[in-house]
Each structure stands twice: as structure tokens, then as C-alpha cells.
């Protein structure tokens, strides 16, 4: 299985870590065959194109399943920030600058993308998961554990976060976008293995996978130095967030599969 973290409108880096994992050809085209691909979320902001992003995502779904492979992406914070944007903008939140469309903008919206963000791109984003089992591993987007206040399973927390984003209800958009803020549940040497393991008892798996929170911020260095996931707290958690936004050079994570 195959992991890339927080794209953030790189679109360039992101093909470019697609091309040498040898998941995509020069044209952006699926070679990856029977290959399992899984994007983390945050598609949009802080960087130039995130509606190109998504759009080749897409195609890549199409592509991977008529050869037999799948591509499968998550929800993030900053998709759940631009679908706000657009459905209520400048209604009052507890957001930066006071208004959806304002706490978008200071988290790095791009007005292009929110420009051509049309109904078909919104709905594709409004149905992703929030939370996914593939592979004997739980992947979320974020290093965080509120995803229990909706729901003790996983299909549970996506149902309840689907039904919030084709709601009109701005106050539990808020409260979604206010729990998304959180990260760096597991980072802490003595209590992240019980966090991070009381998680994993809740949903299943034996590993955490997630992004949002950049590697070169949890393991204090460089984000051009970084070439390849964390695996910390015990082993049990993957921070695969490759910081492309902050300099990072991206990469898709190949996670070895789990033992018979």
C-alpha cells in the first residue's frame, strides 16, 4: 500500500512523488497496476493548484480500478475550510478573522481554487471518508483523537461527518473545523503509545497513518531533509505529512504489508 501525505496545492511535487514511486507515467496516467494508493486529505491551500490536485485524483480512481488497483483519499481540515468557504462565506465562525470565508483566507486559500470549486468537485470532496481500514492500518487525516466524539466506529464517524457537510448547520461546520485544529495527540514519548493504542482499540488496526501535522515539525529538522515517513510512538503511529508546503520534497510512502 502506497501513502502520500498533505498535497496543499503542490500539484507538481505531488506527481512528481507519484512518477518516482512508479505509480504514474510522464503523462500523469495510472501505471501502478494492482498497486493500493491512498491520499491523506488537504488537497487545498497554502499552495498554487489544489483544484488540479483533486482533479487528477480522480482520473487516478477511474484509471486504478480498470486495472485492477484503487485508489481511495481522506478528508482533511483544509477541504473541510474551502467547503465552508463556499457554502457559507461570510457567515459568522469561530474561525480567524470571524467568518468562514475569512478563515479560509488566513489559512492560505487560494481564490482560484475556491473559483473553480465547482458542484462536481464539491460533492466528490463532501463524500470522502474521514477515516479508513486498508491493510491491517487506520489512516486519518490528522494526529489527533476527537474523531471519537462522532462516532465508536468507523463507519459511524464517516457517516456523521458526511451528514455535517451536506448539512447547512454553520454552528456544527464550526465545531468539525474546530476539532480538525488539533494535533500531536501521540508525540509525547510517554503517553502517545497509550493514546495512540487506545485509537487503534477503539477502530481497529495495528497502526495509525496521518498527516496534518508536518514530519519535519514532529522530528524537529528540515523540511527539505525530509524523504520518508516517521514512525514513532512505539511503532504504532505514521506521520506521513512530507511538508511540500514548507519546502518538503514529497513523497508516496510504500508501507510494507501486514505479516501472515
Known amino acids: 500500500m502506497y501513502v502520500i501525505g498533505d498535497v496543499h496545492g503542490q500539484y507538481d511535487k505531488m506527481t512528481a512523488a507519484l512518477c518516482a514511486a512508479g505509480l504514474i507515467d510522464q ?33 487516478l480512481q477511474t484509471e486504478a480500478t480498470a486495472a485492477g488497483g484503487r485508489v481511495g483519499a481522506l478528508i482533511g481540515n483544509h477541504d473541510v475550510l474551502i467547503l465552508a468557504a463556499q457554502r457559507f462565506a461570510e457567515r459568522p465562525s469561530g474561525g480567524p478573522g470571524g467568518t468562514f470565508l475569512s478563515a479560509w483566507r488566513q489559512n492560505g486559500g487560494e481564490e482560484q481554487d475556491l473559483a473553480r470549486l465547482t458542484p462536481a468537485r ?7 471518508p474521514a477515516l479508513a481500514l ?14 471519537q466524539v462522532y462516532g465508536r466506529t468507523v463507519a459511524a464517524v464517516n457517516r456523521r461527518i458526511r451528514d455535517i457537510l451536506h448539512s447547512h448547520d454553520d454552528r456544527a461546520w464550526d465545531q468539525l473545523l474546530d476539532y480538525f485544529s488539533q494535533r500531536r ?8 503509545p497509550a493514546r495512540v493504542g487506545r485509537v487503534l482499540a477503539l477502530y481497529g488496526g495495528r497502526q495509525l497513518v496521518h ?20 514512525v514513532y510512538a512505539g511503532g504504532l503511529a ?17 508501507l510494507p504489508e501486514e505479516e501472515k
Open 27 to 59: 503523462a500523469h496516467q495510472w501505471r501502478g497496476g494492482a498497486a493500493v494508493l491512498w491520499f491523506m486529505g488537504d488537497y487545498f491551500d497554502r499552495g498554487p493548484d489544489g483544484i488540479a490536485a483533486i482533479d487528477l485524483i480522480m482520473a
Open 122 to 128: 464539491a460533492d466528490w470532496l463532501r463524500a470522502l
Open 134 to 147: 486498508d491493510g491491517g492500518r487506520l489512516l486519518a487525516h490528522a494526529d489527533a483523537t476527537f474523531y
Open 185 to 192: 495527540a501521540f508525540q509525547d514519548r510517554d503517553l502517545g
Open 211 to 230: 498527516g496534518h501535522t508536518p514530519i519535519a515539525k514532529l522530528a524537529g529538522c528540515a523540511p527539505r531533509d525530509v524523504d520518508g515517513p516517521l
Open 238 to 254: 505514521i506521520d506521513v505529512d512530507a511538508g511540500m508546503y514548507l519546502g518538503g520534497r514529497g513523497f508516496a510512502a510504500c
